[in-house]
C-alpha cells in the first residue's frame, strides 16, 4: 500500500447515488456497470474530496441529490501503518465545504496539493480540440506544481492585462503607458511555462514509442505571439491592429500547447486523442514525482472506451508502472486488457449503489 491511500469512501446524496460505501486497499479498483449507473459519480466524490469541486458540467445536473437535502462525502486515507486522515466534503443549497479529522492534519489551502490527483474523463477530445483556454490551465496547473512561482507571475500578468486592456478600450487615446509591465510580466510567464514545456515534451517523447501512430508527432508550446521578435517590438509590430480592436491580441495569455505532424497540427481519431491524454498526463506525473510531490490517485474515466485491445494493454502497462492507486470505471464486469495478475478489486454498480464482486 502506498502512502496517501484511499482506503474508505462514503458517499450520501450525490447525483444518483442516496448511500454507498466503498472499502478496499487495492492499487487498483475497478468500477463496472451500464452507463448511467453511477460509475462517474464515484470517481466525482473522490475528486470532489481533492479539489473542493466538480468536474462535470451542468448538463450533468445538479450535484445534490434531488431527494436530499446535502452531499455528504467522506475519504478515509491511510497515510503510514499508523496512520490515518480524513477529508469531509459537504454541499447544500448555501454552499459547500471540506475539512479534515483531525483538522490540524493541513492546512485548507493545502488539501489539493497533499493529496494530488489525476484525472482522465471519458471525453478527451476537450482538452485536444477544444478551446485553447483549457490546455493553457492544464500547462500552467501542472506547471504551477512544477515551479510554484507560475502561479504569482500568472495572477501579476493577469492583473496587467486587465489595466491594458482596459485602456486599449480607449482606442487612439491610449499611450502604451502599460506596455513595459505588460512585457516584463508576461515574458516572466513565458519563461516559467518554457521551464515546464521542455521537461514534459522528453517525458511524452519517453512514452509515446510504443504507439506507432505518435512516430511522428511532436509536442509544440506556442507561447503566443512570433519566435522571431521579443514581446515588445510584437507589440509594435500589432499597435495599429491593438488600437483599433481595443484589447491585447499578441502575449503569453493566447499561447497554446499542440501536437504537431509535419508542420501542421496533428488530427486523432477519439481513441487515439485518449492515448494521447494518458501520456500528457503520465508525462506531467513523472515530472512532479521527480520534484519530490506524492504519486497521484488516478481517475481513469470509461478508460479502455474507443482503444483497441493493444493500446489498451499499453496503456494499463504505464499506469501500473506508476505504482500509484488508480480507480477506473468500464462497462464490463472487468477490464478486458488488464493483466489479470495485477491486484484488484472490483465493484459493480447499478442505479448507484456499489457491490462487491468477489
Sequence with gaps: MGSNWLVGLDIEGLRNIHRARLESDAPLVWLSGKNGAGKSTVLEAIYLLARGRTY????????????????????????????????RYRQDGTGSDRETMPPDAFGRDRVGSWFPLKLVTDNPQGLI??????????????????NNRLGEARRTFQRVLTQRNAALKGGGKYSGEWDRAFVETGEAVD?????????????????????????????????????????????????????????????????????????????????????????????????HVRQGLERAIWLLDDIESDLDEENARSIWSLFVETGSQLFASGVYPRSKALDVQHQFAMFHVEHGALTRQD
Design 191 to 287: 519563461a516559467l511555462r518554457s521551464g515546464f514545456v521542455s521537461p514534459l515534451r522528453s517525458g511524452f517523447d519517453a512514452l509515446k514509442g510504443t504507439f506507432r501512430f505518435l512516430e511522428d508527432v511532436e509536442l509544440v508550446y506556442e507561447r503566443g505571439w512570433r519566435k522571431d521578435l521579443g514581446l515588445g517590438e510584437m507589440l509594435d509590430a500589432v499597435r495599429s491592429q491593438e488600437t483599433a480592436r481595443g484589447f491585447s491580441v499578441a502575449g503569453p495569455h493566447r499561447a497554446d500547447l499542440l501536437f504537431v505532424r509535419d508542420g501542421r497540427r496533428a488530427a486523432f481519431s477519439r481513441g487515439q486523442m485518449k492515448v494521447v491524454v494518458c501520456l500528457l498526463q503520465l508525462a506531467c506525473e513523472g515530472l
Design 56 to 87: 462535470r458540467g451542468t448538463k450533468f445536473g445538479p450535484v445534490v441529490n434531488r431527494n436530499m437535502r446535502a452531499t455528504q462525502i467522506r475519504g478515509c486515507f491511510s497515510v503510514d501503518a499508523e496512520t490515518s486522515v480524513e477529508i
Design 129 to 146: 480540440e477544444g478551446d485553447p483556454q483549457l490546455r493553457r490551465l492544464f500547462l500552467d496547473w501542472n506547471g504551477l506544481l512544477w
